[in-house]
């Protein structure tokens, strides 16, 4: 392998985020080519018996198997970690993989987990009814509320755990101060950090400790593949987050992480032109329902921290309608370019009803208590014009009534 400039951190990392992401972990090969390799392959060769030895015991560098090293995944890995401004990261195949291989390496029988009400349905699933079966005690918490973090810490509290904002009620975590606070107390935090990615939102830079992704979301982008990503520093990755993944194998596959790189190159400009149109579209919507949940309107209660804490206002935001099911399946259905779709983070505007979707597998109790009503909608808004978006929606909103 060639090494480029992509591989060194001296310079890589003085890059902004837009020239990271296109050039950032880049390798090349003998070949020379432009744009990443694929290394779709599982194990390796090598030259003589002693090679191999000495790769396995560690005095030799070099690749001995896919679960443990692949080029095209570092790559992959590489560019995360610069965009993210982190040591190291680790990638995995789903983001629900990455979320649950970022929480098993460090949690033990005995540990206690603060963890925030409104978060993804299965990030709710993992702290309501993985952990507890391990012994791990789990509160869960109103996580938009500062003083609820503190009144939460018990002498055997781990871990944080928290997206911001939350899916799909848009609830703001407070970054600088949740995560002083868990320092204070030496407490790790996790920041599931998928509705910005870090062309949006670095949490790092206020503190975080783990920075846990969803790549399916903005970092592919274009609906294409499933893919994780856990980052931190070398000690964390290295030697609490490694020995679980190596050992358990939830790795992301070298061609997913190929597409990954791919839809790298052109994330900044696709978040930050997603963000425009959320935008757009968002004032259009906030003068025809009853409430609208967008961390870029003035309307939306943290407004000033979303805006602190994140450069733009990212792709999503939920509208809530007084008619419940009936009325929001009643605009569902009367779209014609928007696609009723569950997924988030696409280049095309999709639109979904949580309640019946995302959180079907989440308690009514606890839909109740973090605000996932029948009336609820989540709409992700995606690279078509955002006058064509608004004509769309302008249509299914009379025809539900609105
Ligand atoms: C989608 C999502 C996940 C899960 O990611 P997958 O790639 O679908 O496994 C986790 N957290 C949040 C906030 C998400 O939006």
Known sequence: ????????????????????????????????????????????????????????????????????????????????????????????????????????????AGDHVVAAKAAFGSCRWLVDSLLPRFGIETTVIDAWDNAEWEKAIRPNTKVFFFETPANPTMDIVDLTYV???AKSHGITTVVDNAFCSPALQRPMEFGADVVAYSATKLMDGQGRVLAGAVCGTEAFINDVLLPFQRNTGPNLSP????????????????????????????????????????????????????????????????VVLDGGREQAFALLNALNLIDISNNIGDSRSLMTHPASTTHAS?????????????????????????????????????????
Request: charged share 20%; proline share 3%; hydrophobic share 40%.
């Open 255 to 318: 061609f997913n992480a190929w597409v990954v790189l791919k839809g790298l190159e052109t994330l900044d400009m696709r978040a930050k032109q997603q963000s425009a149109n959320a935008l757009e579209v968002g004032k259009f919507m906030e003068q025809r329902v009853p409430k609208i949940l967008h961390p870029g309107l003035a309307s939306h209660p943290q407004h000033d921290l979303a805006m602190k804490q994140m450069t733009a206002c990212g792709p999503i935001f939920s």
């Open 1 to 108: 392998m060639k090494r480029t400039t992509g591989q060194n951190r001296e310079i890589t990392s003085k890059w902004r985020p837009a020239t990271q992401a296109i050039r950032g972990g880049t390798w090349r090969s003998e070949q020379g080519e432009t744009s990443e390799a694929l290394f779709l392959n599982s194990g390796y060769c090598y030259d003589d018996a002693e090679t191999v030895a000495a790769r396995f015991a560690g005095e030799q560098q070099g690749m001995t198997y896919s679960r443990l090293q692949n080029p095209t995944v570092q790559m992959l890995e590489e560019r995360i970690a610069l965009m993210e401004g982190a040591e190291a990261c680790r990638v995995q195949a789903t983001g629900m993989a990455a979320m649950t291989t970022a929480l098993l390496a460090q949690l033990s």
């Open 179 to 181: 995560c002083g606070l």
């Open 362 to 402: 989440v308690s009514d109790e606890a839909k109740a208590e973090m605000g996932v009503g029948e009336g609820m909608l989540r709409l992700n808004v995606g690279l078509e014009d955002a006058q064509d978006l608004i004509e769309d929606l302008d249509q299914a909103l009379t025809a539900a009534g609105l």
